[in-house]
Every structure is written in structure tokens, then in C-alpha cells.
């Protein structure tokens, strides 16, 4: 019990951490501790999807902690879907990930972006996020489909193929470019917008 309770607040820790590294207007871990929305939703959800695991009997008091968030914050997300660690979801309001969703480490969501299905199908039906993925304002990540890690994508995309890992994908229906220069050299897009280069 103990270790779950310290595994959970190092998770919330590393939570704030993530917002306050990508967000330069953060001041301090308490104003994103008690003022970000996005890392409301996330906390939230890591107790939805600990009930959500833990049996079937609870997955309508899982769905109703996550049901609570979205009216608190603006952000949907599933319980059933699998969130890695860091995530930062900024401004938040209108983001939807759904229950089939994987999303790895150190991703950043902007407002408005969807992880959502193409199909009615009962089984995987949500996109796979990778490590370092950025999604921009507006984007749609639609189906079964993987994103690797270190990608891009740019606002107000519709991706509904797979992007492999440092590509970049706009437009709609998306078109993916692999840079250059590796992710690791390339300075931070502080604005998604500016992916805007990749379409010349």
C-alpha cells in the first residue's frame, strides 16, 4: 500500500515537472499543481484507470471519476486507456483520448486534440503514441495506428496512418515528412504552427 501510495505521488510529481518544463508561462509547481486543467485531467485519470484495472464490478464508478474530470477540466479521457508517464496536456479543454489509446512517455497535447477510432470494433481501435511525441492544437489521431517516438504532429492534422519515429505529419489528409536533422538537434517547436515549413 505504501509503495503504490509513493509510486502515485512520484507520478504527480513528474507530472508538474513536465508542465513546467513546456510551459514557460509555470511560476512554480504549486501554480500548475492547483491551476492546470490538463494536469488535473491527467490525475484524474490515473485514478480512473487504477479502478478501471483493479475489476469490471468497478468500471462504472472508473467511467464516473472520469465523467467528474471531464466536466471539471474540459479533457476527455477514457479510463481504460494506458497513459505513460509526463504527460502534459497544455490549455486542455476539447482534448479526447479514447479507450484503446496507449500514449507513451514525455508526450505533449495541445487543446483540441483527438486520440480517437475509425471503427465500432470492441478491440484495438485507438492510436499508439510513442516517447517525445508532440500533437499539435486541433490534430486528429484517428484508428489503430502508431506514431514513434520523437514525432510531430501539426495542428489541425488528420492522421489516420502510421508516422514513423522523428516524422513529421500535417495537412489533411496528413502527409508525413522525415527531417533532416535528428530530434535530439533540432531546437524545440515552441509553436506547432510553425511546422508549417515542412509542407515547402
Not at 512554480?28 to 484495472?53: D, F, K, N
Not at 514525455?106 to 517525445?132: A, C, I, W
Request: no cysteine; net charge positive.
Amino acid at each position: 500500500m505504501i509503495s503504490s501510495l509513493r509510486h502515485v505521488l512520484a507520478l504527480a510529481r513528474e507530472d508538474v515537472a513536465a508542465a513546467r518544463r513546456h510551459d514557460p508561462a509555470a511560476r512554480s509547481a504549486l501554480e500548475v499543481a492547483l491551476l492546470y486543467p490538463g494536469v488535473h485531467a491527467v490525475w484524474a485519470h490515473r485514478l480512473a484507470h487504477r479502478i478501471w484495472t483493479t475489476s469490471v464490478v468497478l468500471h462504472p464508478l472508473a467511467r464516473a471519476v472520469s465523467q467528474l474530470a471531464r466536466l471539471l477540466t474540459g479533457v476527455e479521457i477514457h479510463p481504460g486507456a494506458t497513459i505513460g508517464p509526463r504527460l502534459f496536456i497544455d490549455h486542455g479543454m476539447g482534448v479526447v483520448i479514447g479507450e484503446t489509446a496507449v500514449v507513451g512517455a514525455d508526450v505533449m497535447l495541445y487543446h483540441g486534440s483527438t486520440l480517437g477510432g475509425r471503427s465500432l470494433s470492441r478491440g484495438k481501435r485507438h492510436p499508439t503514441l510513442g516517447d517525445r511525441v508532440t500533437v499539435g492544437a486541433g490534430a486528429k489521431v484517428l484508428g489503430d495506428i502508431t506514431i514513434g517516438d520523437d514525432a510531430s504532429i501539426g495542428a489541425n492534422a488528420v492522421v489516420v496512418r502510421d508516422v514513423p519515429a522523428t516524422g513529421v505529419a500535417i495537412g489533411v489528409p496528413a502527409k508525413v515528412r522525415i527531417p533532416a536533422t535528428p530530434p535530439r538537434d533540432r531546437l524545440p517547436v515552441e509553436d506547432p504552427s510553425e511546422l508549417i515549413e515542412y509542407m515547402i
